[in-house]
């Protein structure tokens, strides 16, 4: 018997609370069984911009080893974390990709809902870009200039060279993503936010995207924002590095504060407008749903993420040595997060 049936025989118990007990204990293997055989394949979703990553890694898996190739689904960062926070079972997502950390509110939708032992990993950096088609105009930005042309309250200018008469004399039009999108949280972050404070053109209390035009949210797919700056080439758009780098015979990324989206600049810092890329492992379906950990180690490994890894000739930006090895071992370990971690 286990250690709790040790501990309390269940024989001894009154009448009502081995009926609670057996009932209880019923349930919990019911479900365990119902993870362990309605699915043979490892079920991610998440963000667009970490979706190319995690597609790899598991088409690579798929190839190397004898579990199921995954299927990755692109939901969006926010949308992933829901889903993959709405409980345990089958029905429910073993892994989720973030292009931003999961927030204290979500581990603690995670914990009300049984999701009680999450593993994060950060798997890379990448930069957010400002880009447009390669036979538009060129573009070299300040992040206050983005802040004054994006701000809800803000001047609401309609031309670029309204902003500033060094840009180009062409109508505001940014293509970006919706606030489901981990890049779209990043954005407002890295940008919107930290940039205020730089222009007293903008009320920095509250500030927001404007929606009467100029920003057209266009999705999750960053693929699908590319072909429209084909399309369109005086269009700006806002995606993560990895797909300008994968495009870059139809598009060209804006210098921001004068420093050009290289994999160079993001990786040393100098770029302005970069932040790191994610994974959550439910712990709980571990064992359960075949494959789960061993995935989780492949997408940590040094033939993934190192430097000379498969991953970074898709555009990701590897983590230094140090912090690779810290995070490498917190999946192999599958060391949970605490409350603590948010602080």
Known sequence: MDAWGDLFPIEELPMTTRI???SVLALSVFATAAV????DEIRIVGSSTVFPFSTAVAEQFGRTTDFATPVVESTGSGGGIKLFCQGVGASTPDITNTSRRMKASEFETCQANGVTEVT???VGYDGIVVANAKGGPDFELTIPQIVIALAANGPLPSKWSEVDPSLPDTAIEVLGPPPSSGTR?????LVMHEGCEATDLVDCEGIEIRDDGPYVESGENDNLIVSKLEANPNALGVFGFSFLDQNSDSVKGAAIDGVEPTFENIADGAYPVARSLFFYVKNAH???IPGIQEYATEFMSEAAVGEDGYLIDLGLIPLPEDMFEEVSARVASLTPLTPADFE
């Open 20 to 22: 609670l007990a057996t």
């Open 36 to 39: 362990a055989q309605s699915r």
């Open 120 to 122: 994060e990993a950060i």
């Open 185 to 189: 949280d990043a954005f407002e972050e």
């Open 286 to 288: 571990v064992g359960a």
